[in-house]
């Protein structure tokens, strides 16, 4: 007696969810947002991961995700991303992906801007990214892997109020070219993802109505709304993935079109 074939779209749930099955992932600013959906999009498909991230709440990620490692640290300072990489490596083996997630924002006038404005910004987004993305590459570059980061738009299109932010996403974009070249002979792969608006809790250390403000902007994108995290995860494990095999130094825009504007 034959068994009936699999349905078209149970093959594709049956490989979707076994995709990173033996590979190990790094994930930063997992607590919340689009590093937690992207946390929970590996490892429903078969990775382990080492979850990072500065707030406390971190450490209760394995309640939701069981098998999940979590590192508690800040990014800008270099230990966090040794301790986050040694931790893949003495509890899985190695590293295969890094999702560079960890951000922070700003948005005041330029005139406004302070050093210290200027360098807390700087620290998170392009130092602390560098750091994880050094330390990754050093774990990879014997066994190949991917480094996918979480841009924004705001690294090639202007907005009032935003240059620090925007400066620091546009040293994130150039770092991902530089890994991409140094990486590919030795089979590491580096991409960007420059996300538009996400709905998330991303501004509610600025504004306690952070999620509604962020939807307010729904209008300026062509699609008519903003991005749920979950839409920004399935983007950065596309390009971790080996569905994206000959995919690097790309920026890929995911901001419903703001930039085709």
Known sequence: MTSAPMSVGASTAAAASAEFSGKTAVVTGAARGVGRATVALLHARGARVVAVDLRPDITALPNAYPGVLTV????????????????????????????????RTLNKPVTETTAE????????????AFFCAREAFRAMKDRGGAIVSTGSYTSTVALPEGAAYSASKGALAQLTKV????????????????????ETDFLDTI?????????????AQPLGRVAQPEEIAEVLCFLASPRSSFVTGAVVA????????
């Open 179 to 198: 890994l991409a070249v140094e990486g590919g002979p030795v089979g590491i792969r580096a991409n960007l993802v420059a996300a538009g608006v996400v």
């Open 207 to 219: 504004r306690p109505d952070s999620r509604a403000y962020l939807r307010s902007f729904a209008g």
């Open 254 to 261: 995911a901001d419903g079109g703001f930039t085709a504007v």
């Open 72 to 103: 508690r640290g800040d990014v800008t300072e270099e230990e966090t991303a040794v301790r986050a990489v040694r931790c893949a490596q003495d509890a899985c083996g190695g590293l295969d992906i890094l999702v560079n997630n960890a951000g």
């Open 117 to 128: 404005d200027w360098d807390a910004v700087m620290a998170v987004n392009a130092r602390g």
